[in-house]
């Protein structure tokens, strides 16, 4: 004898009725659950796909106000070097002139004197 034959003779019509509703209520939460725990663990991915996302972002903006930092450095160093140069052509520019007229010459400034 089957199952559904003795739960018929048993309870009735009624009786399989409420076996089976009892049956597809369980397979119901046993999805049910089954869904929970699938969801748990993609909330828990996504969490940590998002702390993992954070830390990134915050590396990237401390490497660019590194980025900023050495851009401020390289400014002043330019100014500096740019002070560096306009000296040495002011130097540069004297000496043309004094090599050019030979003041500094000897010979020159007794033949000046001469004259």
Not at 1 to 13: D, I, R, Y
Not at 40 to 66: F, G, M, P, W
Not at 89 to 102: A, F, V
Request: proline letters at 1%; a neutral charge.
């Amino acid at each position: 004898m089957s199952v559904t034959t003795m739960v018929l003779q048993q309870f009735g019509f009624a009786g399989m009725i409420f076996v089976i509703w009892y049956f597809g209520l369980r397979r119901d939460q046993e999805r049910d659950r089954a869904r929970v725990e699938r969801d748990e663990k993609k909330d828990a991915q996504i969490a940590q796909i998002l702390t993992q996302y954070r830390e990134d972002v915050s590396e990237i903006k401390r490497l660019y106000k590194n980025n900023v930092e050495l851009v401020r450095r390289y400014e002043q160093t330019s100014g500096d070097l740019k002070e560096v140069i306009i000296m040495s052509t002011q130097t540069m520019t004297e000496l043309c002139t004094s090599i050019k007229t030979n003041q500094y010459c000897p010979m020159v400034r007794q033949r000046q004197g001469e004259e």
